[in-house]
């Protein structure tokens, strides 16, 4: 039960769950780079390189032969993988950035002065009360 107890402790702790919560948001963030890459970006470049599809490219390293199947080299999806993964850094990049700017943006504003001790109040309402006679 002690086994149970500890891992209960660990799986609640914040770090772990802020863990879980950036795979899952990761995880879909890279579907939607991939749709990018593979729907949006790569179409269009395949054909101002002339009309090349990326993710069809491959070398045939042995035919097929009766029922087994061909043998092949998929380069073209590796150059997918390339640019998917290219985007997908560059987007956390930009976030990273952007964080990092409004973090110095807030230690940039420096705190208000923290009031004087109670003494030097009473003091200074003395001298105040003083000059004025």
């Not at 107890?5 to 914040?14: I, Q, S, T, Y």
């Not at 101002?48 to 069809?56: H, M, R």
């Not at 705190?111 to 004087?116: C, D, E, G, R």
Request: charge should be neutral.
């Amino acid at each position: 039960m002690a086994l149970l107890d500890e891992f209960k402790k660990f799986a609640m702790r914040g770090s772990v769950v802020d863990l879980a919560v950036g795979v899952v948001i990761g995880g879909a963030f890279g579907k939607i780079v991939s749709s990018f890459v593979n729907d949006v970006l790569m179409p269009p470049l395949g054909l101002l390189i002339g009309g090349v599809d990326f993710s069809g490219l491959a070398l045939t390293l042995r035919a097929a032969e009766g029922a087994a199947p061909a043998v092949l080299w998929k380069y073209g999806a590796f150059v997918q993988s390339i640019v998917d993964f290219t985007i997908v850094a560059f987007a956390i990049f930009l976030v990273v950035k952007g964080m990092n700017s409004l973090q110095r943006q807030q230690e940039a504003v420096p705190a208000p002065p923290a009031p004087p001790p109670p003494e030097v109040v009473l003091l200074t309402e003395i001298r105040d009360s003083l000059r004025s006679r």
